[in-house]
């Protein structure tokens, strides 16, 4: 933009003279601290994976036993995923997660790629599913004859507009509210492993003497569990997609990773003794949401609680998730590998708005279009193949240390 100078009279030769308005300043800012992103962290992968998985996990390893050491051995692989993704985001410096990772190791085309499959399918069917399943918990309070749909939908489209009206007024707004609902997530997890000590000290135990009894060895059922698993700790790589946000990155990356993961693994471990605990295998076996009959169980006329406890659970992960996935179209917009208008910031508010707005309208219309079922199996196969598909720190490192190498390294420095 430019501005013509007015001449002043005794200086003519100054007509042409133009004032440049610079705005090269206008960028991201740096609101994210420790506390934030451990929020975002944990916020993130505690949504509605805990209330419903630990069925499947069981189903699939047939012990007590086996069913804890893979609960715990996922924690370790979320952790090891989480660090090796933060070392990756250390040599990048920039946001967009996978992408900007990508971006620097295999060169633009599979960056975009990653960005199109995951805007197109994963983030906005994972921010469709998340925000539907909070609406069919809202429906358990409302008199709706037959449980139809439709309102279900609408409940949902206004919960997007909501997420991405406090996301794009400010970062520290969205990371304030990821910390409450975090807390408030946390707490009723606390409920719940308070509830099956106490049952415990009582002298229930219901499943846990049974130990490694009835455990499955077969590699299929094994890889269904962990996949159960891996879904309920999903979300461990969310603050690298921020990392441009964070401050002091190269101390609060790593912590809020380290710190986020441990605290998700102890709650999840603890819960599922609680569950265990508390229900017979055949009560697991037959319930659709693990949470809610734990909760008739032992809370009794006060089990109300869980699923407002979930519904909050939810949107929190849902707000986390906004704020992520957002910055994966900003930052392959602002490298030219996606639509330009989409790389713009916000001058009064400093945050991605024109991205964030897309990334509503596509969830949108993911939420007109499926149900919960049949969007989480939409998005699974293209989120995991990403996962799997990222280098090895040591190929990235060559590749942006090791100068005139350009965009592909052929070999490690090792």
């Known amino acids: 933009m430019e501005v013509r100078q007015r001449p002043t009279e005794d200086s003519p030769e100054k007509a042409d003279d133009q004032v440049q308005i610079d705005t090269s300043k206008v960028t991201l800012k740096k609101e994210i601290g420790l506390l934030s992103g451990v929020a975002f962290v944990v916020g993130s992968i505690i949504g509605s994976g805990i209330f419903i998985s630990p069925q499947g996990v069981l189903r699939n390893t047939g ?16 952790l090891l995923g989480s660090l090796t993704f933060t070392e990756l985001t250390s040599l990048t410096r920039t946001s967009g997660g996978e992408y900007a990772v990508l971006l620097k190791t295999f060169g633009p085309i599979p960056a975009f790629v990653f960005v199109w499959s995951v805007e197109i399918a994963v983030n906005t069917s994972a921010r469709a599913v998340q925000c539907l399943t909070v609406a069919e918990y809202l429906s358990a309070f409302l008199e709706l004859c037959g449980s139809p749909e439709p309102p279900k939908k609408v409940v949902g489209i206004c919960l997007l507009v909501l997420l991405a009206i406090t996301t794009s007024y400010s970062v520290k707004l969205s990371a304030r509210i990821q910390v409450f609902f975090t807390a408030a997530k946390l707490g009723a997890l606390v409920v719940i492993i308070i509830g099956g000590l106490v049952k415990i000290g009582q002298g229930t135990v219901s499943e846990l003497p049974t130990g490694f009894d009835g455990s499955v060895t077969k590699a299929s059922n094994i890889a269904l569990a962990y996949y159960s698993v891996m879904f309920a700790y999903g979300g461990w790589n969310n603050v690298n997609f921020l990392i441009e946000e964070v401050k002091n990155p190269r101390r609060n990356g790593p912590l809020s990773s380290i710190i986020g993961v441990a605290i998700v693994a102890v709650v999840y471990i603890l819960t599922n003794i609680s569950y265990l605990a508390v229900m017979t295998r055949q009560e697991l076996y037959q319930s659709s949401a693990v949470a809610l009959t ?73 939420t007109l279009q499926g149900t919960v079922t049949s969007l989480i199996n939409f998005l699974s196969f293209t989120q995991w193949a990403f996962y799997c598909s990222n280098p090895h720190p040591h190929l990235l490192h060559a590749v942006v240390s090791v100068p005139g190498r350009g965009t592909y390294c052929r070999e490690s420095p090792d």
């Open 63 to 78: 012990s007590v036993g086996m069913c804890l050491v893979v609960w715990s051995s996922g924690a370790l692989l979320s």
């Open 294 to 366: 734990w909760g008739d169980r032992v809370l009794g006329s006060a089990s109300w609680i869980i699923p407002i406890s979930v519904m909050m659970s939810v949107y929190g992960s849902a707000n986390g998730g906004m704020g992520t996935a957002s910055r994966i179209q900003f930052s392959a917009a602002r490298d030219g590998n996606w639509w330009e208008f989409l790389s713009y910031v916000n001058v009064k508010r400093y945050t991605p708005m024109p991205s964030i707005i897309c990334h509503v309208l596509i969830s949108a219309f993911m």
